[in-house]
């Protein structure tokens, strides 16, 4: 009876086992507590972390130190503004002379260009009306080749004409002289007439 009576029940069993799952939740919860407050320190480390805002404050002062001595010079540094830089050298060392070289040379480049760039900025806000003007100036131009193309076939029409009379009047000189021959006058004809006879003749 006494062995039988040392033996724990399955309920009391359980009841620990649900302690122990209770427990492990809890540190659970607590190390997901602690997982977060470290990302949250991570992410918010340059703004609360003593070293980034010691590194912010370093900063801070010497930019301060920086406009005090801006201001305390600032009547000198108006009359250095005022003067015109010419003459002045600047110190380079010679590693980087190369380099100010080529750039000097793309400095004179875009100076040289500045005027047409600025002018491109300038027309660009006008470049709609100016293609409406190309294309109006390109519709009168194939009206004027049209034009030119008919005005080129009527001039070569007309010395076809011109040579078409001009093949006739040898024929009406030797008629004149044949009569001339003859004895026979002939009045002359108006310039109208003439024009009739050879239009017709041409016809």
């Known amino acids: 009876m006494l062995n039988i009576s040392k033996k724990s029940t399955s309920c009391f069993v359980n ?3 649900l302690q ?12 997901n507590l602690e997982i977060e407050l470290l990302s949250l320190e991570k992410d918010a480390a340059d703004v609360v972390h003593p ?16 406009l005090e001595a801006v201001l305390k010079e600032k009547r000198s540094l108006r009359q250095r503004l005022l003067k015109p830089m010419c003459q002045g050298n600047l ?6 002379h190369r380099y100010m070289v ?13 005027e047409d760039h600025l002018e491109t900025i300038r027309n660009i806000p006008h470049l709609d009306a100016d293609l409406k003007k190309m294309s109006t100036a390109l519709a009168k131009m194939d009206i004027l080749v049209t034009e030119t193309e008919e005005l080129a076939e009527n001039i070569l029409k007309w010395r076809e004409q011109q040579k078409e009379v001009s093949s006739y009047i040898p024929k009406i000189l030797a008629e004149k002289n044949s009569l001339h021959k003859h004895d ?9 007439s ?3 006879v050879q239009t017709i003749n041409a016809k």
Request: net charge neutral; proline share 6%.
């Open 15 to 17: 009841f620990s086992r």
């Open 20 to 31: 122990q799952i209770t427990d492990i939740q809890a540190e659970i919860y607590q190390k």
């Open 51 to 66: 070293s980034f805002l010691a590194q912010k404050c370093h900063s801070l002062q010497s930019m301060n130190n920086h």
């Open 91 to 96: 110190p380079i060392e010679a590693v980087y």
């Open 102 to 114: 080529h750039l000097l040379e793309l400095a004179v480049t875009f100076i040289e260009r500045l």
């Open 184 to 192: 026979v006058i002939v009045p002359p004809l108006p310039l109208t």
């Open 194 to 196: 003439k024009v009739n």
